[in-house]
């Protein structure tokens, strides 16, 4: 099989404009680089582009050509909060369009073929990072050589993602623009890695980091060095420096639109344009279209109010379903929209049962697939949808979205009826009889309470509140703890918890070539098996192995998925993973499609009025492309003017 990803680019996302027209094409350079370019300080635009630039087609997109110029302000909490400049601007490797293929960004083409085992990536030629150091398939092997194979900045050998059943591939260079990946068995997570909101690292600015590094230095000199900078040792400064993806070191320069210009401590940074990014739109103007992005730090609790008095250019992150009333009542005073894009994870909130908590009595209680069948039967899903949603929501299981096309409406209706008959019958046929106030009675003679420890959201909550009453109609006694997060965590990897509420699945618009990660027990942080995630994320030095039918054959099934030679066979397991979702209740899906309010400043074009909010895949506002927003300066001007 040979696959040229080329072919498949940007049917929905953009128009690749053929080579001979890209280079008869004339580029437009933005006014912000004139005196540098003037000054000779920086090279005129086209001799900063690729040889062939990425030219897109936002008509194709559903998006509209702009013009270069502004800036844009968002909010964020933290000065860590720099790492989302890397999810928003998403340039990457490959990435997700807007029906979630895997399309060409950063590279021109890849070839895969030999069954899913080789991968050849193809470079830009001219192609160059944000200082206008050639970026070629030396920075790829200086990350595989130099890095992934030192044992002091990996100290376990090469990161396990660029490991397939146990193997890892053998890296060749073919030229400067072509590197090739051959893996002994197919490996369908390669490229879904390098697409994602935080990509998997298979390069590093080689011309950057050497100076770091003892192939390139002396050790005794890098010793001194880190001495002086308060370091143990050359490792830590290399690591250091390294964290492309906090984007928090202004030096490391970057294929990103925007690099930042100033480091922590601040309550302000800016990030500039990249002058050597890879893209141009059908008009040769290169993008981004916006000069700099700034990010604001503000208390978290001060995000909300701030966006509602027009403080910020666009918003996301920090805003809650809850402040949309406060967002829609000030949008005309202070000049800007209220976007409600739907949240994409399987379910956004749901009932994590701890499969393996370390309470005997508990454990053996919630391994009754009857339990957890009339715990769900117990929940009326609608009125947690009309109470605090208004609505707006989906009601049911966690699981797809019905965006995906691994969708079926069974999956998400199962045992998610609001149906106390059957369910008091399910705990009757369980033997758990009530007593004289009405409570539930369990195996060792006391009555049947279920503490749900929560992170402490004021959202959570009010969920809880309303299934408390409804589990009472069962005799079960629902008690709400809030905690804090890394307490709530620690208690759930050490199994004293019995219950916790959180989002569902990461992914809910997951297709076939995507693997099952969220469906079986691969991590510490999937709360109802937690032992069983540690098990596997270790190596099994930790946790303990599945003990419970349903870990093990979702496993074997994930293995098997693995091993698919077909999208059909992906297809048909995926479908069989979701269905023992469906049936067995590892956790109990509330509601999704919860609205996430997205502020955008009016005038402020490009970002859809009726999105998806996401991580992965999506990385939020990457998926429509920040690099494509815009001002539209004559609704600008005719706003000013009222």
């Given at each position: 099989?040979?696959?040229?990803?080329?072919?498949?680019?940007?049917?929905?996302?953009?128009?690749?404009?053929?080579?001979?027209?890209?280079?008869?094409?004339?580029?437009?350079?933005?006014?912000?680089?004139d005196?540098?370019?003037?000054?000779?300080?920086?090279?005129?635009?086209e001799?900063?582009?690729?040889?062939?630039?990425?030219?897109?087609?936002?008509?194709a997109r559903g998006q509209?050509?702009?013009t270069?110029?502004?800036s844009?302000v968002?909010?964020?909490?933290?000065?860590k909060?720099?790492r989302?400049m890397?999810?928003?601007?998403?340039a990457?490797?490959?990435k997700?369009?807007l029906?979630?293929n895997i399309?060409?960004d950063?590279?021109?083409?890849?070839?895969?073929?030999?069954?899913?085992?080789?991968?050849?990536?193809h470079?830009?030629e001219?192609?160059?990072?944000s200082?206008?150091?050639p970026?070629?398939?030396?920075?790829?092997l200086y990350?595989?050589?130099?890095?992934?194979?030192?044992?002091?900045?990996f100290p376990s050998?090469?990161?396990?993602?660029?490991?397939?059943m146990?193997?890892?591939?053998?890296v060749?260079a073919?030229?400067?623009t072509?590197i090739r990946?051959?893996f002994?068995?197919?490996?369908?997570?390669?490229?879904?890695?390098?697409?994602?909101?935080?990509?998997?690292?298979?390069?590093?600015?080689k011309?950057?980091?050497?100076q770091f590094?003892?192939?390139?230095?002396?050790v005794?000199e890098l010793?001194?060095?880190?001495?002086?900078?308060?370091?143990?040792?050359?490792?830590?400064?290399?690591?250091?420096?390294n964290?492309?993806y906090?984007?928090?070191?202004?030096?490391?320069p970057?294929?990103q639109?925007?690099?930042?210009?100033?480091?922590?401590?601040a309550?302000?940074?800016?990030?500039?344009?990249?002058?050597?990014?890879?893209?141009?739109?059908?008009n040769?103007?290169?993008?981004?279209?916006?000069?700099?992005?700034?990010?604001?730090?503000?208390?978290?609790?001060?995000i909300a109010?701030?966006?509602a008095?027009g403080?910020?250019?666009f918003?996301g992150r920090?805003?809650r379903f809850?402040?949309?009333?406060?967002?829609?009542?000030n949008e005309?005073?202070?000049?800007?929209?209220?976007y409600?894009?739907?949240?994409?994870?399987?379910s956004?909130?749901?009932?994590?049962p701890?499969?393996?908590?370390?309470?005997?009595?508990f454990?053996?209680l919630?391994?009754?697939?009857?339990?957890?069948?009339?715990?769900?039967l117990?929940?009326?899903?609608?009125?947690?949808?009309?109470?605090?949603?208004?609505?707006?929501a989906?009601e049911?299981?966690?699981?797809?979205?019905?965006?995906?096309?691994?969708?079926?409406?069974?999956?998400?209706?199962?045992?998610?009826?609001f149906?106390?008959?059957?369910?008091?019958?399910?705990?009757?046929?369980?033997?758990?009889e009530?007593?004289?106030?009405?409570?539930?009675?369990g195996?060792?003679?006391?009555?049947?309470?279920?503490i749900?420890?929560?992170?402490?959201?004021?959202e959570?909550?009010?969920?809880l509140e309303?299934?408390a009453?409804?589990?009472?109609?069962?005799?079960?006694?629902?008690y709400?703890?809030p905690?804090?997060?890394?307490?709530?965590?620690?208690r759930?990897?050490?199994g004293?918890t019995q219950?916790t509420?959180?989002s569902?699945f990461?992914?809910?618009?997951a297709?076939?070539?995507?693997?099952?990660?969220?469906?079986?027990?691969?991590?510490?942080?999937q709360?109802?098996?937690?032992?069983?995630?540690?098990?596997?994320?270790?190596?099994?030095?930790?946790?303990?192995?599945?003990d419970?039918?349903?870990g093990?054959?979702?496993?074997?099934l994930r293995?098997?998925?693995y091993l698919?030679e077909t999208?059909?066979e992906?297809?048909?397991i995926?479908?069989?993973m979701?269905q023992m979702?469906?049936?067995?209740?590892?956790t109990?899906?509330l509601?999704a499609g919860?609205l996430?309010?997205v502020?955008?400043?009016?005038g402020?074009?490009?970002l859809?009025?009726?999105?998806?909010?996401n991580?992965?895949?999506?990385?939020?506002?990457?998926l429509y492309?920040?690099?494509y927003?815009?001002?539209?300066?004559?609704?600008v001007?005719?706003?000013?003017?009222?």
């Open positions: 099989m040979r696959l040229r990803l080329d072919a498949l680019i940007f049917s929905a996302f953009a128009a690749l404009t053929p080579a001979a027209a890209a280079g008869a094409m004339e580029f437009v350079d933005s006014p912000y680089f005196e540098a370019v003037a000054a000779g300080t920086l090279p005129p635009v001799q900063r582009l690729p040889s062939e630039p990425l030219v897109v087609d936002l008509d509209t050509v702009g270069h110029g502004g844009l968002t909010l964020m909490h933290k000065a909060d720099t989302y890397y999810v928003y601007g998403y990457r490797l490959v997700y369009d029906d979630f399309v060409p950063i590279l021109k083409d890849v070839e895969v073929t030999d069954g899913g085992r080789v991968f050849t990536l470079l830009r001219g192609h160059k990072w200082d206008g150091h970026f070629t398939t030396d920075d790829f990350f595989w050589e130099d890095m992934a194979h030192n044992e002091d900045l050998g090469p990161p396990s993602y660029m490991k397939i146990g193997h890892y591939p053998e060749e073919l030229s400067k072509t990946y051959s002994p068995v197919p490996n369908p997570d390669f490229l879904p890695g390098l697409a994602q909101a935080r990509p998997n690292q298979i390069y590093a600015a011309h950057y980091l050497s590094h003892p192939n390139y230095v002396p005794d010793q001194a060095a880190a001495e002086a900078a308060g370091q143990r040792n050359w490792a830590a400064i290399h690591i250091k420096a964290r492309y906090r984007m928090e070191n202004k030096d490391l970057t294929l639109p925007w690099n930042v210009m100033n480091e922590a401590p309550d302000r940074f800016v990030f500039k344009r990249n002058p050597y990014y890879h893209k141009v739109d059908v040769g103007l290169q993008l981004p279209y916006a000069d700099e992005v700034i990010l604001n730090i503000a208390e978290e609790k001060l109010g701030k966006a008095t403080d910020v250019d918003q920090y805003l809850d402040d949309v009333t406060l967002l829609k009542r005309a005073e202070h000049g800007y929209a209220t409600l894009w739907r949240i994409a994870k399987g956004h909130m749901a009932l994590y701890n499969l393996t908590a370390k309470d005997p009595v454990r053996n919630i391994r009754d697939v009857r339990f957890r069948r009339a715990l769900s117990g929940i009326n899903r609608r009125e947690i949808n009309r109470v605090i949603y208004f609505g707006l989906l049911g299981q966690n699981t797809m979205l019905p965006k995906s096309p691994l969708y079926r409406e069974e999956y998400r209706t199962s045992f998610a009826q149906d106390l008959k059957t369910a008091n019958a399910l705990l009757d046929e369980m033997g758990l009530r007593r004289w106030d009405g409570a539930r009675v195996p060792d003679g006391e009555p049947i309470e279920i749900v420890e929560t992170s402490g959201e004021t959570q909550a009010d969920i309303l299934v009453d409804s589990w009472w109609e069962l005799g079960i006694k629902l709400i703890k905690l804090g997060k890394e307490t709530l965590r620690r759930i990897f050490s004293q219950m509420i959180e569902g990461e992914n809910g618009l297709t076939p070539d995507m693997a099952p990660h969220d469906l079986a027990p691969v991590t510490q942080v709360y109802q098996w937690s032992e069983w995630g540690e098990y596997y994320e270790t190596n099994k030095t930790g946790g303990a192995a599945p419970m039918e349903i093990i054959d979702l496993m074997n293995r098997d998925w698919a999208r059909e992906r297809t048909e995926w479908h069989e979701l979702h469906a049936d067995l209740l590892p109990i899906g509601i919860v996430q309010p502020v955008v400043s009016n402020l074009r490009n859809p009025e009726d999105g998806l909010w991580w992965d895949p999506g990385s939020h506002f990457g492309g920040l690099d927003v815009y001002w539209d300066k004559d609704a001007t005719a706003q000013a003017d009222q």
